[in-house]
C-alpha cells in the first residue's frame, strides 16, 4: 500500500475547528476533500491529547541488544580494520541476525564511521621518541623564532593523476560528460620533481629537479638558491635553515657546506613531514596547478611556476603562526602522526 501524504497541520486544525462548529465527520471530510476515517481519527487524536500535532512514536525496536552494541563497539575499538561481515557473524553466533547495513547504523549512533585508513609514514618507537623529544624542546619557542626558519623539501607533481582532484557541479546521470571529468592516463602521464622553500614572509625560490638528485646535485641547489631566497624574503640575521633527515640533505658534505657557509640547521626527526608545513603549502600548489588542467609537461612546470608565485603571504604566514599547535599534537599523541 503507498505511504499516504500526512495532512498539514492547518487542516487539521480546520478539522477540530468545523468538529466544534457542530458538523459531521462526512460533512467535514467532503468539505476538505479528506476520508472521512481520517477526520475521526484526528477527531479522536484532539479529544484524547487536546492537541493535533505529532505524537512522539516508539517506532520498531531495536534489531541489537545494549549488550550487542557494547560488544560491537569494544570491538571495532580493539580493531578498527575489523569488516562488517565479521561483526554480523560475531552477533549471529550470539544469537542475533542482523545485515550489515545495520551494523554501520549502530556504529554510526556510537560515533563510528567507516573511512579510509589515512597513509601516513613508517613510524618505529624510536621515530617517535624523537618527535616527542623534538616537540618537547621547541614546545616553549617564541613565533618570532619560527618566522626566522627557511622551511624546504622536494615534491612530485603528475600532470595526471592523483594530484587532479576536484569537484564539480552536474546533473543526475552526466558523470561522464568530459566537464565533468578528469583526464588520466597510465602512469599518470609524467611528472617532475621540484624543490621549493618558503618562510612567514612568503615563498622563496621555487626549481625543476631534471635529473635523479643526489648529495652533489643537492648541494649545488642550496648554492643557487637558497641565500637568494633569504635576500628575496629579507630574512633577519641568523636566519635557521630546515631541511628534512634524507640521506642527501645529513651526507658529511653536506654538513660541511653548511658549516663553510655558516648556515644554521634545524635538528629534524626523521619520518616527520607532518612537522614541516611547506607539507601544506605543497597540497596548496597542486589544487591551484590541477584546476588549471595542464596537458603537457612543459605546461604543467610553467604552471608550477607561475601559481607558487601568487601564493598569498599570508597563507604562509599563518602555516608558521599556528606551529605550536603541531608540537602540541605531536606531544598529545605521543610522538605519533597527527592531522598536519
Not at 266 to 288: A, H
Request: aromatic share 6%.
Amino acid at each position: 500500500m503507498a505511504k499516504t501524504k500526512e495532512l498539514s497541520k492547518d487542516t487539521r486544525n480546520k478539522i477540530v475547528d468545523l468538529h466544534q462548529a457542530g458538523k459531521t465527520e462526512s460533512a467535514i471530510g467532503k468539505q476538505l476533500g479528506v476520508k472521512k476515517s481520517t477526520v475521526g481519527a484526528i477527531i479522536r487524536k484532539w479529544k484524547t491529547y487536546k492537541t493535533t500535532d505529532n505524537l512522539p512514536r516508539s517506532g520498531a525496536p531495536r534489531k541489537i541488544s545494549p549488550r550487542g552494541v557494547k560488544m560491537i563497539t569494544r570491538t571495532v575499538s580493539k580493531n578498527p580494520r575489523t569488516t562488517r561481515g565479521d561483526l554480523v557473524n560475531d552477533l549471529q553466533r550470539a544469537g542475533t541476525k542482523v545485515t550489515k547495513a545495520t551494523i554501520s547504523n549502530t556504529l554510526r549512533r556510537q560515533g563510528l564511521k567507516s573511512c579510509s585508513a589515512r597513509r601516513v609514514p613508517l613510524l618505529k618507537p624510536v621515530h617517535a621518541r624523537a618527535r616527542l623529544k623534538f616537540a618537547r624542546e621547541h614546545l616553549d619557542d617564541p613565533e618570532e623564532d619560527w618566522e626566522n626558519v627557511i622551511w624546504s623539501d622536494e615534491t612530485k607533481i603528475e600532470l595526471f593523476g592523483k594530484n587532479s582532484t576536484c569537484r564539480v557541479w552536474r546533473r543526475k546521470n552526466a558523470e561522464l560528460h568530459p566537464k565533468n571529468t578528469i583526464p588520466t592516463v597510465k602512469h599518470g602521464g609524467g611528472n617532475i620533481m621540484l624543490w621549493g622553500c618558503f618562510s612567514a614572509k612568503g615563498p622563496g625560490r621555487l626549481i625543476r629537479v631534471k635529473e635523479r638528485m643526489n648529495g652533489a646535485m643537492y648541494c649545488e641547489i642550496l648554492s643557487k638558491n637558497l641565500l637568494p631566497s633569504a635576500r628575496a624574503l629579507k630574512m633577519k640575521r641568523g636566519w635557521v635553515f630546515q631541511h628534512d633527515s634524507d640521506p642527501k640533505h645529513t651526507a658529511r658534505a653536506m654538513k660541511e657546506w653548511l658549516r663553510k657557509k655558516r648556515f644554521k640547521a634545524l635538528e629534524w626527526p626523521s619520518q616527520s613531514p607532518d612537522l614541516n608545513p611547506i607539507e601544506n603549502l605543497w597540497r596548496e600548489l597542486k589544487i591551484r596547478v590541477a584546476q588549471r588542467q595542464p596537458q603537457n609537461i612543459t605546461a604543467l612546470e610553467e604552471i608550477c611556476m607561475e601559481e607558487w608565485a601568487k601564493l598569498p603571504a599570508t597563507v604562509c604566514k599563518n602555516l608558521v603562526a599556528t606551529y605550536r599547535k603541531r608540537l602540541t599534537s605531536v606531544i598529545a599523541n605521543k610522538g605519533y602522526i597527527t592531522k598536519y
